[in-house]
């Protein structure tokens, strides 16, 4: 189902993602690091469906949806760099700032900080091109406001 998706995500120029994609790739990524740890929580689904729902407007039926299409799509997946590199190219600097706040709320979203969630969230901010210190003020900025 997913397999063009991946496709285009594997080229080695791909285009810049529509929205519909960028959005799947984002929420598929969130997905990623929140089972990074095996331990896919419902506080970490909940935390999936808020961020998508501010981020993009939605309604539950339609976050719950977008949320289950990009379960899938992360298990389909062949790894995070894809999803980076898409992300990376559809979005701008500042907007992937946001992206790494996101993936801390998800990674604290079940109080608990997996060596694994910690590890991928810094793989995934340096190939999102996102400074170490960016990465951090986006943690600080979770850590104080839950």
Not at 17 to 35: E, F, K, N, Q, Y
Request: no cysteine; aromatic share 6%.
């Amino acid at each position: 189902m997913f397999a063009d998706f991946i496709k285009r995500l594997t080229q080695p120029d791909p285009e810049m993602l529509p929205d519909g994609d960028a959005r799947l790739a984002l929420t598929a990524l969130l997905v990623r690091i929140a089972r990074s740890d095996n331990d896919y929580s419902p506080q970490e689904k909940d935390r999936i469906d808020q961020i998508t729902a501010r981020r993009y407007g939605l309604g539950p039926g339609a976050t719950s949806a977008l949320r289950q299409e990009a379960e899938n799509l992360e298990a389909e997946a062949p790894d995070t760099v894809r999803f980076t590199r898409a992300i990376k190219d559809a979005i701008p600097y500042e907007e992937r700032r946001a992206v790494v706040q996101a993936l801390w709320q998800v990674v604290l979203a079940d109080g608990a900080r997996a060596d694994e969630e910690d590890a991928l969230v810094r793989m995934v901010t340096n190939f999102l091109g996102i400074s170490d210190r960016d990465s951090a003020l986006a943690r600080q900025a979770v850590d104080t406001s839950a």
